[in-house]
């Protein structure tokens, strides 16, 4: 999907206030609200808005320590049943399939290295993991950074 200008800062006012209503958002941006609507309507049925629900922050509640960790698999399993094993703990906060030496990236969430040990622990438990490799994050400066980009495309089509 093609975003513009307006598309950016639609998506820009709900990031900076994402309790506004759609009214609002049509007075501050100075167009028509059921422009906004059709908008908002639009990126989330294309997919570019992916989530209008709360995202809970780890650390907030009890989990300050994350992990990034590179995961081989059992490949007679294939991906689906050791993603569908490793759902089960609820500490695994992100999967995916990447490309290198290993099959699985996670993110890891735990209250403590002890914790992050005990994660560990319950992923090769599953029998899905025959190895892994973990790095402890030591201080985020950013991240679900999507906003620059999408600007950046949006003023890319006025070019």
Known sequence: MVVDGLDAKIVRFFTDTPRASVLEASRVLK????????????????????????LPDPSRFGFP???????????????????????????LIEIH????SSDLMARIAARSNPDLQRVLDAMIATKTVVRSSSVIVLNTHFQGRTLPLL??????IRR
Not at 97 to 100: F, R
């Open 31 to 54: 167009v028509a609200r059921a422009t906004v609507q059709a908008r908002l309507d639009r990126m989330a049925d294309s997919g570019v808005i992916g989530s209008w629900v709360p």
């Open 65 to 91: 320590v994350v992990a990034f960790c590179s995961l081989t698999i059992n490949q007679d399993l294939g991906h689906d049943a050791v993603v569908e094993a490793l759902a089960k703990i609820p500490e």
């Open 97 to 100: 399939t990447v490309s290198g």
């Open 151 to 156: 600007e950046a495309e949006a003023a890319s």
